[in-house]
């Protein structure tokens, strides 16, 4: 199976980081993925933002979505929504990332991801496990990944209590024999965030599933996919 390439927060090497922009471009290039990352509205939207406060907005938890919008991104373009979000990533893959999420906006999340025209396609992981525990019970067929930056003595039962069929690693604590456990418990591995073509091989090397990287024009050259 190739390698997926993943854009990390859209292209973002080229393109504001969880923007609509950086989304189209990671498109153009080819990726194979989008990763971003999401938040709850106080009145229930989920938007694509990677930190939990806007600067000289406030705290997004405790802001409305018409609260948020009323402040362009440095870009010029509004904090997207999920809903937006997708709808540029089309066919791809996209993995969204859930810095927090109220259990009382679950059903919200769900319903965007249910609502998508390829939800096969989607799936969340976390650095908060429980999170991610919660909305695959409630929706089985949605993809699960939790996020590690630590060496487990059993990642694999992290896995499998998170009920998480991907394992997101942080790049430079992957080794081979991580990547054969997670591959004989039949699940997969995505390395995070690698930019360099040196790591990039060498995570390839090893075997990995995915490469979530801020390049991903260089890597899908490096995998021999693009001039």
Known sequence: MAIQVIAHRGASAEALENSLAAFRRAVALGADGIELDVHSTLDGAIVVHHDTVVPAVGPIPDRTLGQLRARSLPNGEPIPTLEEALHVAGPLDVWVELKALDPAHDSA???VLRRAAYPDRLAVHSFD???VQRLCVRHPELRGGALLSAHLMDPVRALADAHASVLWQEWSMIDRRLVE?????????IAWTADEAADLMHLADLGVDGLCTNRPDRALHLLGRRP
């Open 109 to 111: 999340l769900l319903a």
């Open 129 to 131: 496990h429980r999170i």
């Open 181 to 189: 456990q997670v591959h004989e418990s039949g699940r997969t591995i």
